[in-house]
């Protein structure tokens, strides 16, 4: 009888096992085939700057950071910048008098500002300080609007220069200046304001701020959708375009209606507008080039995932989705960016946040970021598809000083897919970090996957990209 029994058993843990590799097989097997062949004299620098994070000062409270989790994540993904004090807080800030509450000014007349105790916020000091310890760039804030709704121009270019003297007095340099932060919306301290007022203050405060230091980068910001926007832009830069070296330009996609269906339905995906992120970059190079700057940059230092209503999207999806906006603004060639928000609280920010502000642990998105951070300061390789399949998204890049090389793959498709690259620059390279973030339990989840080559020789590589993946290869001189 247990002779029968362990038999039975036996049998049953064979049975399990089959059907498991089954599934298994089934989930991995290729429902098609992708091919592309890179093109090795063609190569794209990858600007240094696209792993930047805002700091919010009045959300940094000194208990969030106390037990260095965050700052940790922030060196693990190779942080490039950080901006400060944040985004609408910059037009009701008074550095030198801060008082956490960000979204009221304490030159309010009529409505006194009670300060928060200083362990609330994080202060100058205390970011100051932080730059340092993580060796990064940042960007600094100016407010322009209490100036103007106050009527104390003068008093605002003070402060401005007084901030600047203090950073310098303090061994502490800024390179990048932000003006205020989305001029265009009600909420901007003393209500919106059109093109022209805003290219007004521009260039009231950028010739005293060039004359402290004629070395630093102005950045201002006005709206995304750059073809809805094409008239403004004129205008903006016909009055004020010698005073600019960087746009600052907003991308939250889908904003209040983002769903994962309608994210695997764009391939690749869009702005509300239509068009990839990677043409309206292209786009945005031709129109300053029209106006006759060429010269000037453009930056997203406000971008994710637009807000969520509650399980519209889980935490693993988001970083999926903003998985490809950081790739998206790679192959466009952006030049800096900073995610929104690094940390905050509220249901429309939980899924799509970097770190959960309740328990300051990474999101899904972190071991993605952790690889897409070292792709700074790279160069992309452009490619060529051989043969074509839908829903893939593809980038590779090399590290002139290391010879390393690097694959990220976006495979948006329900099966896996079998993938091909060609190209003699594998052969004498050793694979040495080889990893899929794949989407478990219909994107409520996620699981970190080994993935294995199919095949290297001196014509490139193949492997299989699993469902709904991002396939994350590093290869190594031997």
């Known amino acids: 009888m247990r002779k029968n029994w362990l038999i039975r058993s036996g049998l ?5 096992m089959v059907l498991i590799s089954a599934l298994d097989a089934q989930q991995s097997s ?3 085939k992708y091919s592309i062949k890179l093109i090795k004299n063609e190569k794209m620098p990858v600007s240094k700057y696209l792993m930047g994070f805002n700091t919010v000062y009045a959300y940094e ?5 106390k037990d260095g989790k965050i700052e ?5 993904v ?5 901006r400060y004090p944040g985004g609408t807080v910059c037009s009701f800030y008074h550095w030198d008098k801060l008082t956490g509450e960000g979204w009221k000014d304490s030159w309010d007349p009529q409505n006194p500002v009670k300060p928060k105790d200083d362990t609330e916020y994080m202060d100058l000091d205390e970011f100051i300080a932080l730059s340092k310890r993580l060796k990064l760039m940042p960007l600094m804030g100016i407010n322009m609007s209490s100036a103007r709704r106050w009527n104390r121009i003068e008093d605002g270019l003070n402060e401005a220069i007084a901030l600047m003297k203090y950073c310098r007095d303090k061994n502490f340099e800024v390179k990048y200046w932000y003006l205020d932060n989305e001029p265009y919306q009600h909420d901007s301290n003393g209500g919106s304001k059109t093109i022209e007022e805003y290219a007004a203050l521009i260039n009231q405060f950028v010739p005293r701020m060039k004359a402290f230091d004629p070395n630093i980068k102005i950045i201002v910001n006005w709206k995304s959708a750059f073809k809805n926007e094409r008239e403004n832009y004129r205008k903006l830069l016909s009055i004020a375009g010698a005073n600019i070296d960087v746009v600052d330009a907003h991308w939250y996609w889908s904003w209040s209606k983002p769903t994962f269906e309608k994210w695997l339905a764009e391939s690749p995906m869009e702005v509300w507008t239509g068009g990839s992120y990677v043409d309206e970059i292209a786009y945005f190079r031709q129109m300053v080039k029209d106006f006759g700057y060429p010269n000037i940059q453009l930056a997203a230092l406000e971008w994710n ?7 519209q999207l889980s935490p693993s999806q988001c970083a999926i989705i903003q998985t490809e906006m950081m790739m998206q603004f790679i192959i466009g060639g952006l030049d800096m960016d900073t995610f929104w928000p690094l940390q905050a609280s509220g249901s429309s920010s939980a899924s799509r946040t970097f770190v959960r502000r309740s328990d300051r642990v990474a999101q899904p998105a972190y071991p993605i970021f952790k690889f897409l951070g070292r792709i700074q300061g790279e160069n992309r390789i ?9 829903n893939l998204l593809n980038l590779v890049t090399t590290n002139e000083k290391d010879g390393s090389i690097k694959v990220c793959l976006l495979n948006k498709n329900a099966a896996g897919t079998s993938i091909q690259i060609g190209s003699d620059i594998f052969k004498d390279m050793k694979l040495s970090g080889a990893n899929a973030f794949v989407l478990t339990n219909q994107g409520n989840g996620n699981v970190i996957q080994t993935v294995k080559l199919s095949g290297q020789s001196i014509s490139g590589i193949s492997f299989v990209a699993p469902p709904v993946s991002v396939t994350m290869l590093t290869f190594e001189k031997k």
């Open 78 to 82: 190779n942080t490039s910048l950080l």
């Open 12 to 16: 049953s843990i064979i049975l399990i």
């Open 61 to 65: 409270a000194d208990a969030v950071w």
């Open 382 to 390: 452009k490619s060529e598809i051989v043969k074509s399949h839908p």
């Open 72 to 76: 940790g994540y922030l060196k693990d």
């Open 305 to 311: 995932v637009g807000p969520i209503k509650e399980n």
């Open 30 to 32: 290729p429902e098609g």
